[in-house]
């Protein structure tokens, strides 16, 4: 088992960033594949970016691509994602997500993770 607690979400605004923080705990978080994903209110949740468990490979989401960068510090057992040129489209919350795997493979589908954090509020105005 691992729990994630996502932290560094908050209002600003168009043009401006936020790095989000995901800390976890519980079993040796190098095990784990890591996810962003986000969902506004009467959306669907979506793919913002993922990492490999070794932070080999990471994939993004053609919204963000450029825009943002996940990266992963596996001493400290966290996972950030660094959000610059923010649009009021990135408004949602954003949710860190992990996956058990023996691969250097970042996985996209939401389904695919095995646990979940509760998430952090990120508002863009315009």
């Known amino acids: 088992q691992v729990q994630l607690v996502e932290s560094g979400g908050g209002l600003v605004q168009a043009g401006d960033s936020l790095r989000l923080s995901c800390a976890a705990s519980?079993?040796?978080?190098?095990?784990?594949?890591m996810g962003w994903f986000r969902q506004a209110p009467g959306k669907e949740r979506e793919f913002v970016a993922a990492?490999?468990?070794?932070?080999?490979?990471?994939y993004y989401a053609d919204s963000v691509r450029g825009r943002f960068t996940i990266s992963r510090d596996n001493a400290e057992s966290t996972v950030y994602l660094q959000m610059n040129s923010l649009k009021p489209e990135d408004t949602a919350v954003y949710y860190c997500?992990?996956?058990?795997?023996?691969?250097?493979?970042?996985?996209?589908?939401?389904?695919?993770?095995?646990?979940w954090g509760k998430g952090t509020q990120v508002t863009v105005s315009s």
């Open positions: 997500a992990a996956k058990t795997s023996r691969t250097a493979t970042a996985y996209s589908y939401y389904g695919q993770y095995d646990y």
């Open positions: 519980g079993r040796t978080f190098s095990s784990y594949a």
């Open positions: 990492i490999s468990r070794g932070g080999t490979t990471t």
